[in-house]
């Protein structure tokens, strides 16, 4: 259908250009600007759209996931590290006074731990989906913004995410420790007057906290193939994203 506008298009420039000749700059400029259109730029074909786009976004997933589950990948990154929940927060004062500031702070660093072993996981739930992307995705992705990709998986990957992360987290969890500190965080809390107990989804809590994580470091590898020559690695990726 976009072929054919474009050469009906064509033919009409063609009849009402009095000189064509001397119309030729302006109608090379009209011929950039429909080959935009159809994602056809610097002779890209449809499969190396769809083909670097999936190359820069396995690349992109490997690194994000790569850094957020290495030791301290969450716990030393101020920008994805998980903070205690709002209920442990308000309490936190009263609890260091108490004398339990090391169980609080073995709480906090918990939780990054069982995020940061957890994040493998999500990284088969990825790929899947760029498997199921088809032309349309991938070139909104190319002329979008700087995280579009990130926004094409949070789209479709959120739900299978937190369905399958949510258990491993919770088993993680339990072998790493959080579960018991918290339980004993809780019991400490509701010895000091003032201080009400904790009620909130811990399982829930570090998988939502952990995925926001994975998504921003996500971003910040999607910017970098975009913005930065170096980060394209492959042949591929300097063709499709040096076109843009």
Request: aromatic letters at 10%; one cysteine or more; proline letters at 3%.
């Amino acid at each position: 259908m976009k072929f054919r506008i474009l050469i009906a298009t064509l033919s009409i420039c063609i009849l009402f250009i009095p000189n064509f000749n001397e119309g030729y700059a302006g109608f090379q400029d009209f011929l950039k600007d429909a080959k935009k259109f159809l994602g056809q730029e610097e002779g890209l074909t449809e499969n190396e759209i769809i083909n670097g786009l999936k190359e820069a976004l396995e690349i992109g997933i490997s690194n994000a996931v790569g850094a957020v589950s290495k030791l301290d990948g969450y716990y030393k990154n101020p920008e994805i590290k998980i903070p205690l929940p709002n209920d442990v927060q308000k309490a936190e004062k009263y609890m260091r006074l108490a004398g339990f500031g090391n169980l609080v702070d073995d709480f906090e660093l918990s939780m990054n731990r069982a995020a940061e072993q957890a994040a493998p996981e999500a990284k088969s739930i990825f790929w899947e989906a760029i498997k199921q992307m088809r032309f349309d995705d991938a070139r909104k992705i190319l002329n979008g913004r700087d995280n579009e990709a990130t926004l094409y998986f949070e789209d479709k990957t959120s739900a299978r995410l937190t369905e399958v992360f949510k258990p491993i987290v919770g088993q993680v969890m339990s072998e790493v420790g959080v579960t018991r500190t918290y339980k004993d965080l809780n019991k400490k809390a509701q010895t000091i007057p003032f201080v009400d107990s904790f009620s909130f989804d811990l399982d829930q809590y570090v998988t939502d906290r952990a995925l926001d994580g994975l998504f921003v470091m996500l971003a910040a590898e999607e910017k970098k193939i975009r913005e930065d020559p170096a980060a394209r690695v492959t042949d591929l990726l300097k063709k499709v994203f040096g076109s843009k």
